[in-house]
Antibody, heavy 118, light 107 residues
């Protein structure tokens, strides 16, 4: 069974930092691109970042570029999102998910809540 | 950035009725279009990929159509569990983008 479990969310002050983790199991992690998607309270879905299978190719939404860094450890089956210079508008539930452009291998974690507030 | 516009924002229907949801892209995405269903407190679930292909385990009452800039998700006969929010997502180019969602609510 495919499982994705996020952790690391919490309350942080504006300007602060946080590292989110996503533990993957039930599939060959190193063979799949991964994404982070966030959802602000009572808002829609917003793609945040993607990392391809090998870890060298990464993509970011303009809203987080230069502040967030996506990475992965294929030996440990973990995905990460390092978030710096956090702003109130970064408050959201952050989901990790598998990604395939043309195929339906599509699994999501339940998400971890990040709240940026003083 | 490709902007996806979903309409209507809210659809009020009764069980057994047909639901037609629209997603329009600001430029062509060919058929790189997916549809998701999301219920409160849950992660999104993939329904349709490549504009018209049902994902594994998705009932046949869900169908997708379209290409280029205009796409439709149709639920042929609404079941009680289908009342939820639906999002389209384009996978044609970076950044990936989602539509604003259509809420299908019980009339």
């Amino acid at each position: 069974e495919v499982q994705l479990l996020e952790s690391g969310g919490g309350l942080v002050q504006p300007g602060g930092s946080l590292r989110l983790s996503c533990a993957a199991s039930g599939f060959t992690f190193r063979n799949y691109a991964m994404i982070w998607v966030r959802q602000a309270p009572v808002k829609g879905l917003e793609w945040v970042s993607t990392i391809l299978e090998g870890g060298r190719d990464t993509y970011y939404a303009d809203s987080v570029k230069g502040r967030f860094t996506i990475s992965r450890d294929n030996s440990k089956n973990f995905l990460y999102l390092d978030m710096n210079s956090l702003r109130a508008e970064d408050t959201a539930v952050y989901h990790c998910a598998t990604y395939q452009q043309r195929l339906p291998f599509d699994y999501w974690g339940q998400g971890t809540l990040v709240t940026v507030s003083s | 950035e490709i902007v996806l516009t979903q309409s209507p924002a809210t659809l009020s229907l009764s069980p057994g009725e047909r639901a037609t949801l629209s997603c329009r892209a600001s430029q062509s995405v060919n058929d790189y279009l997916a549809w998701y269903q999301q219920k409160p407190g849950q992660a999104p679930r993939l329904l349709i990929y490549n504009a018209s292909n049902r994902a594994t385990g998705i009932p046949a009452r869900f169908s997708g159509s379209g290409s280029g800039t205009d796409f439709t998700l149709t639920i042929s006969s609404l079941e009680p569990e289908d009342f939820a929010v639906y999002y389209c997502q384009q996978r044609g180019q970076w950044p990936l983008t989602f539509g604003g969602g259509t809420k299908v609510e019980i009339k």
